[in-house]
């Protein structure tokens, strides 16, 4: 007896390898997929700017690491005891403005290089609303947006009558997909890009408006994937919607997967879009991930130096049969 619908995920032409650069950008789902590649030492970075929902932040801001924009004091505000940015998450945020900067421009920088770089980039789209900031908003708060593009990446809790909201048409996607992958494969010829639809539900919008939003995005993106090369789409979305179909997968809010749906997709994700080798590579650096995250009973025990010996070991062989793998912590930690 069948309990799940079968799901065919193609598998990518020139999957992903442990030589790749991989950019993530998007919503929260979009870390889950992150750490999952970087605890496994894939080169991975994430978020620049933060974790982004709607599609218009996420293209602006691969726009300004195209540009490698360097963000002035008139691009923050001021609120709540510290300096903001409406195009970056809160984890920018200081109460220090020369800080927040700082962290900003460092930020930009690291993408700018990276991406002009990097051999794939995975973006994982959220909601289709919007934020705008309304003209009689205060002056103090219209800091660093400009009237013709007035949509905000983050709220920073500013209140709710400060903003429009605004559900994005399907052509609205469309366009600004198409301007940025326009500008993105004119400074990286070679990249590569996964499209995937974030299976959080944004269940504050409501149910009926989480699905229209959902579903725009779905089909925007579909759309600029048949249209150009060298783009694909992995289906989270479908895999926790249409193939696990229960609440069990949902955490308490009932808006985010749990521990188990993540895995479960993330498991998806490294069968349809990773090499064979690579695969076979991660399981042994999982090993000792495993062996790291042991606490001993009995940390000066001659069992326990065996241990870290033996370990020790498996990490100098596995750094001499790849170089490029970044091991450093691992050697430090069963080196002792």
Known sequence: MQFQIPIQIKPLTEPITYRDKLLLIGS???????NYLSDVKFQVLQNPNGILFDPLSVCGSIISYIDNKQYTDEDLFYLNEAWHSWHHHSRFSNPDKTLAL????????????????????????????????IATAPTDLQKGISRQQNNVANCHKAPAQTFQKHLCTI??????????LFRLFHFNPKLNIIFTISPVRHLRDG??????????????????????DKLNYFPAYELVIDVLRDYR???????????????????????????????????????????RNHKPFNPASQQHKQFLQQYASKVAQLQAAHPYLNLTAEKAYFNV
């Not at 052509?171 to 940025?180: N, Q």
């Not at 149910?207 to 725009?216: L, M, P, Y």
């Not at 690579?278 to 042994?284: C, G, N, R, V």
């Open 28 to 34: 929260c789902f979009t870390e889950h997929i992150g």
């Open 102 to 133: 700082q962290a900003i421009n460092q930020s930009q920088q690291e993408a700018h290089h990276f991406l002009k770089a990097a051999d794939w980039l995975i973006i994982t789209l959220g909601s289709s609303f919007i934020y705008k900031l």
């Open 207 to 228: 149910v009926i408006e989480n699905n229209r939003s959902k579903a725009r995005l779905i089909e925007a993106v579909h759309h600029v994937v048949n249209k150009f």
């Open 249 to 291: 997968f949902y955490d308490i809010d009932m808006a985010h997967p749990n521990y188990p749906a993540t895995q479960f997709v993330l498991e998806h994700f490294f069968d349809a879009c990773v090499e064979e080798s690579a695969k076979s590579l991660a399981e042994d650096i999982r090993k000792i991930n495993i062996a």
């Open 171 to 180: 052509e609205e996607i469309v366009t600004a997909l198409d301007g940025m």
